[in-house]
């Protein structure tokens, strides 16, 4: 059974930093291109970032370039993702998400597995 844990979320002030991360288990790690999306309240989900099977050639939504970073440590089997600089619209619900195809991880229809999500909240 796969298991995608997320832990990190919380309340910060505008221009404060959050580190999430998801532990994986149940799938071979290193096969899996590795994400994040989020859903805000009231609004569509949306993809944030992802980061290939060998931790190379990251990409991101426009609005979260120089702000977010995404790592990963297949020895481990997690994913990072550290945010700096949040603003009041980066408050939502985090999903971390794995996916076979790293090419189609930028559609929900290209992920395989989700986690149950880390709810972010920044303050004005």
């Known amino acids: 059974q796969v298991q995608l844990v997320e832990s990190g979320g919380g309340l910060v002030q505008a221009g404060g930093s959050l580190r999430l991360s998801c532990v994986a288990s149940?799938?071979?790690?290193?096969?899996?291109?590795m994400g994040w999306y989020r859903q805000a309240p009231g609004k569509e989900r949306e993809f944030v970032v992802a980061?290939?099977?060998?931790?190379?050639?990251?990409y991101y939504t426009n609005s979260v370039k120089g702000r977010f970073t995404i790592s990963r440590d297949n020895a481990k089997k997690t994913v990072y993702l550290e945010m700096n600089n949040l603003q009041p619209e980066d408050t939502a619900v985090y999903y971390c998400?794995?996916?076979?195809?790293?090419?189609?991880?930028?559609?929900?229809?290209?992920?395989?597995?989700w986690g149950k999500g880390t709810l972010v909240t920044v303050s004005s």
């Open positions: 149940g799938l071979t790690f290193g096969n899996y291109g």
């Open positions: 980061i290939s099977y060998s931790g190379s050639t990251p």
């Open positions: 998400v794995a996916a076979e195809d790293y090419g189609l991880m930028a559609y929900d229809y290209g992920i395989n597995y």
